[in-house]
């Protein structure tokens, strides 16, 4: 007798190749802006779910799934929204997309690093308003300007990379980084305060874990350099984001530019995104074309493999 195909939940959208690789071995269902309850529906006829950041698969999730789900696909890097320990409790494997937006996120956080020290939204709303600013809107050049790269892994390694054309000296912290890597590329690993003390410019690159939950908060901004500007492409959830707006307000901060935040999308009317000095996109980091082909077929080929039983967890 022929095996049923298993069904596949794609819960977020995912690029084309991908889910042609998935139909190609299971039934797709891609159903997306599904309510927490909705989902907790759907999962119990479901072997295996893709999710983007935008769904968070908590223990509910797992437990109304019956022990049919087998494996959650993670199409991105980071895995902060999906419960680990209920996927373990219930056989689930957990397999992300390592690789395939590296160079989205890093290409992000440079574009952010450069229109923030130039005003570029700022100045584009300003323009569009129909004023004619010139004056308002001088910038801080790179050259000569200190760097740090707080969570020296593959993104952070490549917007130091990028740094350095910049002219830019570029220092990192990360106590997982070996040094060799570091000093491949020409960048000093140093200690989180000497980090946040010394530079003039932070970007921000940890994943999201207890350990760098609202690492940067009222003790880290009082310990940097007075008019330091800081990028976040990681995750909102390392910046404590009422302790950033007291350090904007307060001047420690010169400006920030930020992709991520807390809760996404943010509260209408938050005074963090709506501060003068910050400049906010919604979660762009993987949105290239090119990311997103690759995260979904990476993301793919993880979930079919761990269906077939060939695979282990990733993430
Ligand atoms: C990631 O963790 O890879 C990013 O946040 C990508 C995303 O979900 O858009």
């Given at each position: 007798m022929m095996e049923a195909k298993p069904t596949i939940l794609v819960a977020e959208k995912l690029d084309e190749a991908g889910l042609q690789l998935l139909k190609n071995f299971a039934?797709?269902?891609?159903?997306?802006?599904?309510?927490?309850?909705?989902?907790?529906?759907?999962?119990?006829?479901?072997?295996?779910?893709?999710v983007r950041s935008g769904t968070k698969v908590t223990r509910e999730v797992f437990e109304s799934s019956g022990g049919r789900l087998k494996v959650v696909g993670r199409a991105g890097v980071g895995i902060d929204n999906v419960d680990l320990s209920a996927a373990t409790e219930h056989g689930c494997l957990v397999v992300n997309a390592p690789t395939a937006n590296t160079i989205a996120a890093a290409e992000h956080g440079v574009a952010l690093l450069t229109s923030m020290a130039?005003?570029?939204?700022?100045?584009?709303?300003?323009?569009?308003?129909?004023?004619?600013?010139?004056?308002?809107?001088?910038?801080?050049?790179?050259?000569?300007?200190?760097?740090?790269?707080?969570?020296?892994g593959k993104v952070g390694s490549e917007v130091a990379r990028r740094a350095k054309g910049l002219g830019m000296r570029v220092i990192a912290h990360d106590p997982y980084a070996p040094t060799d890597r570091a000093l491949a590329i020409g960048v000093e690993l140093v200690s989180f305060d000497a980090?946040?003390?010394?530079?003039?410019?932070?970007?921000?690159?940890m994943p999201l874990t207890p350990a760098t939950l609202k690492m940067f908060n009222d003790v880290a901004f009082s310990n940097m350099k007075k008019g330091v500007r800081i990028v976040n492409v990681a995750r909102g959830g390392v910046i404590d984001e009422e302790a950033l707006v007291r350090a904007l307000d307060s001047g420690i901060v010169a400006q920030a530019a930020l992709d991520v935040?807390?809760?996404?999308?943010?509260?209408?009317?938050?005074?963090?995104?709506?501060?003068?000095?910050?400049?906010?996109?919604?979660?762009?980091?993987?949105?290239?074309?090119?990311?997103?082909?690759?995260?979904?077929?990476?993301?793919?080929?993880?979930?079919?493999?761990?269906?077939?039983?060939?695979?282990?967890?990733?993430?």
């Open positions: 039934n797709v269902d891609c159903s997306y802006n599904l309510s927490l309850e909705e989902l907790c529906t759907k999962i119990s006829l479901c072997d295996a779910l893709i130039r005003n570029i939204a700022q100045a584009d709303a300003s323009l569009k308003a129909g004023k004619w600013q010139r004056n308002k809107y001088v910038g801080v050049s790179f050259v000569g300007k200190t760097l740090a790269i707080m969570g020296f980090a946040i003390s010394i530079a003039d410019f932070i970007s921000l690159h935040f807390t809760e996404e999308p943010p509260q209408k009317g938050s005074k963090l995104v709506n501060h003068e000095n910050v400049t906010v996109t919604p979660h762009l980091g993987a949105s290239t074309a090119e990311a997103q082909e690759g995260v979904a077929i990476e993301v793919a080929e993880a979930v079919v493999g761990a269906l077939k039983g060939e695979l282990a967890a990733t993430a």
